[in-house]
């Protein structure tokens, strides 16, 4: 029975294409999206896809995120590059070095003739992926950032309070020490360690994660999260970890597991890692804001952004332009943000969105939700806080998970590792100076 | 018996030639010619910088470590590898029933492609839902790899040599079964033991396998085993288990910097090559053919 429903559609698609691919032409989307993800993106393409009739979106996906930008690239050198390219947020500065290799945004929409407003994102949103003269390069797409994921069942059997106030490092501080004293094993692991507990961490309290508006504004950039603040934070981590109240799981996500079996109490991660916890944690769990130090001036300012966009590769015809003009309006339109935002715990991307997800009842019914997107817009970003930028910096987080291993390790204190991780850094951020020229 | 003219015996190496040609030169030409620059990814500009490349690698004391690190894990690779495989080829060799099933079964891994290798000794080695590492932590053994530089690079080893267990095991036995049975029954007769029969006649007659099988797991060890350290500990706790050709990867094809990238395997072209020829050099003339 199957064989034959399947075949029956077969047939019926051989006898459509024909017809409409006479008339429309392709658009080639290349995504580092799989499982519900990916389906979540097919979806948004079927509807474009059916909403008009002279484009035809085509998505694929290419792997994680290194291996859609590496294919991005090789085809690119070969001449065959897709329409649409997605690149995560560490690949921005090598994207905007390739002068040539990409069309900007806003010179798409402009070209194109499609109203195109870079004021309807969200500022910490849209900062990111926009020049310091305002000019929107690639289309903010997914972007997460992160928040504190609570285990309540966890704080209730140490004794304490689910409800404890947690905005500050230093209430987590003592609320770990609580939590050790009532028998519990796992204080606290990250995910994503750089991005959380020290890009994030810098912006969140406005000082330089590097210089020159942390590479905003030029290439001759050098790393400077070596500072009081930073040193102070993962000297306390290191402490923790020594202690035993902080577990680290691995560079990436891994200590998600730990939380979501219940054996940490407190996990910091994207506010997109929402939909896996509440689809596996079998206690009530809460989310909060990421905490800050209550002593430091300035705090808290935002927080920064994580995930991808889409660029807009070179080398394509006038009319296809138009049609990715169109396609990336579907993608912004609130609807399709809000929906998406929704499903998946990513941020959405406009401020209409927003307000349509709130107009829907979905925060109240969700509570915990709307915490990533406070965070973000609780203040106008600052040159600290709008984003990161720099070069080679898929290596650069290499280098400052190893140094971190070493603090967590016990093999060196904070200061010395982030001196380390700043230097060596610098040594990769010189490099890609001299290829940007 | 001697060739007529040249244009037979010219097509006659020609296959080879061509192959090592396209397949060997011209990549190795490639890398060569691009470790003189440093190339923008997209490949727009490149900046032609001389030996700066090989002056910055061999500079940066983490690289330089990295030789330390890759010396050690091919050592251990190569004798984890042989070692086992030499142990079970002997006792596989003096089984009479049921000699082929135990060897069809030593033979399945490696079908196994090293990254889901890889994924499987990760998976029972997990600090927190693996098998081992729940079995080690009731004897009171704290297994984390994730921190434990030492234990990741045990881990890495044993990965990446369980499949090559199966290649050298199938090389062993073949060329156990090529000895012959007649010295090894007068050695028997004149009163040897197994070891001492082993010690004595076996092994020097399996020299020309086992030289043929080091210089083949070195290279194995050098270049074929970045899969397994991608897929387990990505180089990791800190440097520990980041050997050079994970680097030349990792460098490559996620960092884009390709000028550092093609400069590091022409270092490891280099270092293998010397290795090759020091080992034909000083070890092969211990082999008995």
Redesign the interface.
Not at chain 2, 38 to 45: E, K, M, N
Not at chain 2, 234 to 239: A, H, R, V
Not at chain 2, 253 to 257: M, R
């Given at each position: 029975m199957k064989s034959i429903v399947m075949g029956a559609v077969a047939m019926a698609t051989t006898a459509l294409v024909p017809l409409s691919a006479a008339a429309q032409t392709e658009i080639e989307l290349w995504h580092a999206f799989s499982g519900r993800l990916a389906e979540l993106v097919d979806a948004q393409v079927a509807d474009f896809n059916a909403s008009q009739s002279d484009y035809s979106v085509v998505a694929t996906s290419k792997g994680n995120y290194s291996e859609t930008l590496n294919a991005g690239i090789a085809a690119f050198r070969a001449g065959e590059q897709p329409d649409i390219l997605m690149v995560f947020e560490v690949g921005t500065a090598t994207m905007m070095a390739a002068k040539g290799a990409t069309k900007p945004v806003f010179e798409l929409m402009a070209d194109a003739g499609v109203d195109f407003d870079p004021d309807a994102y969200i500022g910490a949103v849209k900062g990111y992926y926009t020049t310091t003269d305002g000019q929107m390069l690639s289309l903010p797409f997914n972007s997460s950032t992160p928040v504190l994921y609570v285990n309540r069942d966890a704080f209730t059997k140490a004794g304490l309070d689910p409800d404890m106030d947690l905005s500050t490092w230093q209430n987590v501080d003592a609320a770990l020490s609580q939590l050790q004293d009532g028998g519990q094993d796992c204080g606290i692991t990250t995910a994503w360690q750089s991005w959380v507990q020290l890009e994030n961490l810098s912006a969140y309290h406005n000082v330089p994660f590097a210089t020159q508006e942390n590479g905003f504004a030029g290439f001759d950039t050098e790393l400077a999260f070596n500072g009081p603040l930073q040193v102070k934070h993962i000297d306390m981590m290191g402490q923790w970890a020594k202690d035993g109240k902080f577990l680290y799981a691995g560079r990436r996500n891994e200590g998600g597991a730990n939380f979501r079996a219940g054996d940490c109490a407190l996990f910091t991660e994207s506010s997109a890692g929402y939909a896996g916890v509440k689809a596996e944690a079998q206690f009530d769990f809460d989310i909060r804001a990421l905490p800050y130090y209550a002593d430091a001036e300035g705090a808290p300012q935002n927080t920064i952004i994580g995930g991808a966009s889409l660029w807009v590769m070179a080398g394509q015809t006038d009319e296809e332009y138009v049609g990715v003009a169109q396609f990336l309006n579907y993608l912004s339109s609130p609807e399709v943000q809000a929906q998406w935002h929704q499903d998946t715990g990513y941020l959405p991307i406009t401020t209409a969105a927003a307000d349509l997800t709130r107009e829907q009842g979905f925060y109240d019914e969700n509570p915990g939700t709307d915490v990533a997107v406070v965070q973000m817009t609780m203040n106008a970003p600052t040159a600290n806080s709008k984003g990161i930028r720099l070069g080679s910096f898929d290596q650069i987080r290499t280098v400052i998970d190893e140094e971190l291993e070493a603090v967590w390790a016990g093999d060196k204190d904070a200061q010395a590792a982030l001196d380390s991780a700043v230097s060596r850094g610098n040594e990769l951020l010189r490099r890609f100076e001299q290829t940007a020229r | 018996m001697t060739f007529k003219g040249w244009i037979l015996p010219l097509l006659l190496i020609a296959p080879q030639v061509l192959i090592s040609a396209v397949f060997f030169f011209y990549p190795a030409g490639q890398a060569i010619w691009q470790s003189l620059f440093?190339?923008?990814?997209?490949?727009?500009?490149m900046?032609w910088?001389g030996l700066g490349n090989f002056e910055?690698l061999l500079g940066?004391k983490?690289y330089l470590a990295s030789f330390w690190t890759t010396a050690v894990f091919s050592t251990l690779v190569t004798v984890t590898s042989m070692v086992p495989a030499l142990f079970l080829a002997v006792i596989a060799d003096r089984l009479i029933k049921g000699a082929g099933t135990y060897r069809t079964l030593l033979i399945w891994p490696y079908a196994v492609a090293p990254a889901v290798a890889g994924v499987l000794w990760l998976f029972m080695f997990n600090?927190?839902?693996g098998i081992v590492s729940w079995y080690l932590g009731l004897l009171g053994y704290d297994w984390n790899h994730?921190?434990?530089g030492t234990q990741a690079m045990g881990l890495v080893v044993v990965a990446s040599s369980w499949g090559r267990i199966s290649y050298n095991f199938l090389f062993f036995y073949a060329a156990l079964q090529s000895v012959p049975k007649s010295v090894i029954e007068a050695a028997a007769i004149d009163g040897a033991r197994f070891w001492r029969r082993f010690w004595t006649i076996v092994l020097p007659l399996l020299s020309p396998t086992t030289f043929f099988l080091l210089v083949v797991n070195i290279i194995y060890a050098f270049f074929e085993t970045f899969g397994v350290i991608h897929t387990i500990t990505?180089?990791?706790?800190?440097?520990a288990t980041t050997i050079l050709v994970y680097k030349v990867y990792?460098?490559g094809?996620?960092?884009?910097?390709l000028?550092?990238s093609a400069a590091q395997s022409v270092i490891l072209l280099v270092v293998v090559g010397l290795l090759t020829v020091l080992q034909f050099k000083f070890v092969e003339k211990r082999v008995h053919y």
């Open positions: - | 440093i190339p923008d990814p997209f490949g727009l500009s900046q910088v910055y940066n983490y600090t927190r839902v994730v921190l434990d990505g180089g990791g706790p800190q440097q990792a460098d094809f996620v960092g884009q910097d000028g550092s």
